[in-house]
């Protein structure tokens, strides 16, 4: 094969499985949002969940830059943004206010991801994307050339992958005309966050770790998509607490298996507001005199939980300009 072809078939690969763990729903293995604990129990703050309230609170790509910043700049940066959170100007940012933000930045970030792929799926650029233009953008080398990936797992790959995402194109296409808008294509890429593709989100987990194929997850297909056992030694401690969270809230009709019900139950609660969970655990961690509102001082005092970095070297990301934060 020549050097081209290989590249756009890798490239091409490489799209269609970012789009399918794009796809899974965000336990341990991203298939939920991180469950809210009681604010009161939860152990010491450590790096990854700092910067799981980085990532909450500025967005995946300004937390990275963030992470080049010294102290002082981070605390000057911050200032801005908390005046900018602070929505009615009265000196104090509510849990509410925290919540607004949050929302705001993780759409910042899905639109944001949008844009920088538009333009490789869009090739007559008139502002939509046909089914065709993103089958032959993702799909075009291996369909053109099928002979050669007869006997390569490629082949597998594409072969499942092709028909499941015409699938969830067609389900984000609301107006059926196989062409999807902006707004459409955003929900083709990010379908856990749009309602009317909630089924497509449940069922692509279903069929991600169903491995029997019998249209449930069983109590060891559940393990086996967040552990595996690489030898035959005994299971971590919090392997067998999945279990029994299997056992007791997973399997709710008890009889040893989840069907999509229970899957949806499962990876996408009905209580659970992931901006406001968040943001209630920004406000409780930095509420020195527990009035349930913050203080600018409040959150700069606490500022390594809100954007701090543990960097020692700044980079050269500095020269990118993040005022519109």
């Given at each position: 094969?020549?050097?081209?072809?290989?590249l756009?078939?890798?490239?091409?690969?490489?799209?269609?499985?970012?789009?399918?763990?794009?796809?899974?729903?965000?336990?341990?293995?991203?298939?939920?949002?991180?469950?809210?604990?009681?604010?009161?129990?939860?152990?010491?703050?450590?790096?990854?969940?700092?910067?799981?309230?980085?990532?909450?609170?500025?967005?995946?790509e300004?937390?990275?830059?963030?992470?080049?910043?010294?102290?002082?700049?981070?605390?000057?940066?911050?200032g801005?943004?908390?005046?900018?959170?602070?929505?009615?100007?009265?000196?104090?940012?509510?849990?509410?206010?925290?919540?607004?933000?949050?929302?705001?930045?993780?759409?910042?970030y899905?639109?944001?991801?949008?844009a920088?792929?538009?333009?490789?799926?869009?090739?007559?650029?008139?502002e939509?994307?046909?089914?065709?233009?993103?089958?032959?953008?993702?799909?075009?080398?291996?369909?053109?050339?099928?002979?050669?990936?007869?006997?390569?797992?490629?082949?597998?790959?594409?072969?499942?992958?092709?028909?499941?995402?015409?699938?969830r194109?067609?389900?984000?296409?609301?107006?059926?005309?196989l062409?999807?808008?902006?707004?459409?294509?955003?929900?083709?890429?990010?379908?856990?966050?749009?309602?009317?593709?909630?089924?497509?989100?449940?069922?692509?987990?279903?069929?991600?770790?169903d491995?029997?194929?019998?249209?449930f997850?069983?109590?060891d297909?559940?393990?086996?998509?967040?552990?595996?056992?690489?030898?035959?030694?005994?299971?971590?401690?919090?392997?067998?607490?999945?279990?029994?969270?299997?056992?007791?809230?997973?399997?709710?009709?008890?009889?040893?298996?989840?069907?999509?019900?229970?899957?949806?139950?499962?990876?996408?609660?009905?209580?659970?507001?992931?901006?406001?969970?968040?943001?209630?655990?920004?406000?409780?961690?930095?509420?020195?005199?527990?009035?349930?509102?913050?203080?600018?001082?409040?959150?700069?005092?606490?500022?390594?939980?809100?954007?701090?970095?543990?960097?020692?070297?700044?980079?050269?990301?500095?020269?990118?300009?993040?005022?519109?934060?």
């Amino acid at each position: 094969m020549a050097r081209g072809g290989r590249l756009g078939l890798a490239l091409g690969l490489l799209l269609a499985l970012a789009l399918t763990l794009r796809a899974k729903p965000t336990v341990r293995k991203e298939r939920v949002v991180r469950p809210d604990s009681e604010l009161g129990e939860r152990p010491a703050e450590d790096n990854q969940s700092f910067q799981y309230d980085h990532e909450a609170f500025l967005g995946k790509e300004d937390s990275k830059t963030f992470d080049q910043l010294s102290p002082e700049e981070s605390k000057e940066r911050l200032g801005k943004i908390v005046d900018r959170i602070d929505s009615d100007g009265d000196g104090l940012v509510t849990t509410e206010e925290l919540k607004v933000w949050i929302k705001r930045v993780q759409k910042r970030y899905i639109y944001d991801n949008v844009a920088k792929v538009w333009k490789d799926y869009d090739r007559d650029k008139d502002e939509k994307i046909s089914w065709e233009e993103y089958k032959q953008a993702t799909y075009g080398y291996y369909l053109g050339n099928p002979a050669e990936f007869q006997d390569s797992s490629d082949h597998l790959t594409f072969k499942k992958m092709l028909p499941r995402d015409e699938r969830r194109f067609k389900a984000s296409d609301l107006d059926g005309d196989l062409t999807a808008t902006r707004e459409e294509f955003t929900a083709f890429l990010h379908p856990e966050e749009f309602e009317h593709m909630k089924e497509i989100v449940v069922l692509e987990t279903l069929e991600d770790i169903d491995k029997n194929g019998d249209g449930f997850v069983d109590q060891d297909e559940y393990i086996a998509d967040m552990f595996s056992h690489e030898d035959n030694g005994p299971e971590p401690d919090w392997v067998l607490s999945e279990r029994e969270q299997f056992n007791d809230f997973r399997d709710l009709n008890k009889d040893g298996k989840l069907d999509k019900d229970e899957i949806r139950h499962w990876i996408l609660p009905q209580d659970y507001d992931h901006a406001q969970a968040e943001a209630r655990h920004l406000v409780y961690e930095s509420d020195k005199n527990k009035d349930e509102k913050l203080t600018k001082e409040e959150i700069l005092d606490n500022w390594n939980m809100f954007v701090g970095s543990q960097a020692t070297n700044y980079g050269e990301d500095l020269t990118k300009n993040h005022d519109e934060l």
